[in-house]
C-alpha cells in the first residue's frame, strides 16, 4: 500500500496539482508579525473578555492562534466575526465616492470566502473553541459578544474599521489590546489607517504602529 501511494504522489507531482502537495507558506502575516500577536495573547491572558477576531477570511490566522491558546491552556472563548462574502457593496462605494479608490478593485476580494469553507477549516484542524458568525460588522450587534481581552480587526476598508473600533471600545476591558492591520499607506487598503488615525485621535490616543502594519491600541 506504501508503494502505491509513493508512487501516485510522484505521479501527482508532474503535475499542477503539486502545488498542493508540498508546503506552502499560507499566512499573510510574516512570522514576526504572528509571532507578536501571539505575544498579544499571552498579555492579556488573565483580563476579562473573549478574543475577537473580526475579518478572519480563509481561516488561516484563527487556526494559529487557536493551536497556540490550546499550548498555552489558555480557556478564553474567541469570537469570529466575517461577512463570508467578501466587502459589502455599500464599503465598496464609500470607497470610490468618499475616498476616491476604484470600487471595481475590491469587487472580486475575498468573494471566493464562505462560512462553510470556514467551518471546514476549522474542523480541519479540531478546532472547537471558536465561534464563527456571518454578519457585517456595522450592523452587527456585538453585545452578545459581552467583553473584550484581545481583538484582531482585519477588515481593511475604511467604513468597517471605523464601526469595529467604535463597537470593540465599549466592550475592551482594561489591560485589553486592540489591534488593527493594513495601517500603513496603501493604494488600496489605507482606509484602515485612516479609520485607526481619526479613531486614535478622537479618543485621545496616541497611535502606535507596530510590525510595519499593525495600528496597536492599548486600553
Known amino acids: 500500500m506504501g508503494s502505491v501511494r509513493r508512487a501516485g504522489f510522484r505521479l501527482a507531482a508532474l503535475t499542477p496539482l503539486r502545488k498542493y502537495l508540498y508546503h506552502r507558506y499560507s499566512y499573510s502575516f510574516t512570522p ?12 492579556t491572558a488573565e483580563v476579562e473578555g473573549n478574543i475577537v477576531e473580526i475579518g478572519c477570511a480563509y481561516g488561516q490566522t484563527t487556526v494559529f492562534l487557536d493551536r497556540h491558546l490550546d499550548a498555552s491552556k489558555d480557556p478564553r472563548t474567541y469570537v469570529c466575526i466575517d461577512t463570508f462574502d ?34 471546514r477549516t476549522l474542523a480541519n484542524n479540531n478546532v472547537t473553541r471558536v465561534t464563527p458568525i456571518k ?43 486592540v489591534i488593527v492591520d493594513d495601517c500603513q499607506e496603501h493604494p488600496l487598503w489605507d482606509g484602515a489607517l485612516q479609520a485607526y488615525e ?5 479618543h485621545h490616543i496616541v497611535p502606535e504602529i507596530v510590525e510595519g502594519q499593525f495600528g496597536l491600541i492599548r486600553l
Do not use: W
Request: hydrophobic share 40%.
Open 135 to 177: 454578519a457585517d460588522i456595522k450592523s452587527y450587534n456585538m453585545e452578545a459578544v459581552t467583553a473584550i481581552s484581545f481583538c484582531l480587526i482585519d477588515v481593511d476598508l475604511y467604513l468597517p474599521v471605523k464601526a469595529a473600533l467604535d463597537k470593540v471600545l465599549g466592550l475592551a476591558r482594561p489591560g485589553s489590546m
Open 32 to 43: 514576526s508579525q504572528l509571532s507578536f500577536l501571539v505575544e498579544c495573547l499571552n498579555r
Open 198 to 202: 481619526e479613531f486614535t485621535a478622537s
Open 86 to 119: 467578501g466587502f459589502t457593496a455599500t464599503d465598496r462605494d464609500y470607497e470610490e465616492r468618499v475616498r476616491g479608490k476604484s470600487s471595481a478593485a475590491y469587487e472580486h476580494c475575498f468573494s471566493d470566502v464562505s462560512l462553510r469553507g470556514f467551518q
